[in-house]
């Protein structure tokens, strides 16, 4: 490939923990880069959206496709390595910085509920606590593992090289592109909400570049959602619960 053919990748790009070599591209294939960002986080949330809501399918089977072609994609993509992104750990010093964050935030939070929400405080763990348990439980494996290899490691490893330096750039878009992908949940407080979980999780990977760093910053605040009485914003199953 000719240099006049090819754009040289920025070596300071964003790119995923495990990503071992940047592309060059074409302004052909850059451009198609940009497509098909566009086809996976703006196209396929809609149509889940439909699949849920018009078909009925359940939101789970929904998203099998796309995450099954997002993991063999990354499988044999020679540029990619799944033991180099799943083995980055993080310092002491980003763990210490996700739970100050977690307990400001999280207490604000918890006390706007608490004082605005009463009836709706604690609501899950208090009168239906065995279902309470099994979402603690199962939303950080079913849910928090896919997200987080969809929106933070593929989109990282594919798309951050088009950002070069403009790193903010790809944090706010991807922020943006989270909350999209929430469209399927049909409140405003989840899509608004994940919009700005999403800027916080993705500036955390772009700062680590650790999968388990975003996997237990992104378990910390779905499980208070869950607990302080904000689940059935946030997910479709628990908005069908009798909660009385």
Do not use: K
Not at 65 to 76: A, G, H, N, Q, S
Not at 156 to 171: E, M, Q
Not at 211 to 240: M, Q, S
């Amino acid at each position: 490939m000719s240099e006049a053919a090819s754009v040289q990748p920025d070596a300071n790009a964003l790119r995923a923990g495990g990503t071992i070599s940047l592309p060059e591209l074409t302004p052909v294939m850059h451009a198609w880069r940009w497509i098909e960002m566009a086809l996976l986080f703006l196209l396929a949330p809609l149509a889940v959206d439909y699949a849920v809501h018009t078909e009925r399918v359940p939101v789970f089977i929904a998203l099998l496709p796309v995450l099954l072609l997002v993991i063999v994609f990354l499988v044999l993509d020679r540029t990619f390595s799944f033991r180099r992104e799943l083995s980055r750990g993080f310092s002491l010093a980003q763990l210490t910085s996700i739970l100050a964050v977690f307990a400001l935030g999280g207490g604000l939070v918890a006390a706007y509920v608490h004082q605005y929400l009463p009836a709706q405080f604690m609501e899950l763990p208090r009168n239906r606590p065995e279902v309470w348990e099994r979402i603690m439980l199962l939303y950080p494996l079913m849910s928090v593992l896919a997200q987080e290899m969809l929106y933070r490691t593929f989109y990282f490893h594919r798309y951050g090289v088009l950002f070069g330096r403009a790193w903010w750039a790809a944090i706010l878009l991807n922020g943006v592109l989270f909350g999209i992908g929430h469209i399927v949940i049909g409140t405003p407080l989840a899509i608004y909400g994940t919009m700005a979980a999403g800027v916080l999780f993705a500036w955390r990977y772009a700062m680590t570049r650790s999968f388990w760093a975003v996997f237990i910053e992104h378990t910390l605040w779905g499980w208070l959602v869950f607990t302080v009485g904000l689940g059935r914003y946030f997910f479709t199953g628990v908005g069908i619960l009798t909660w009385r």
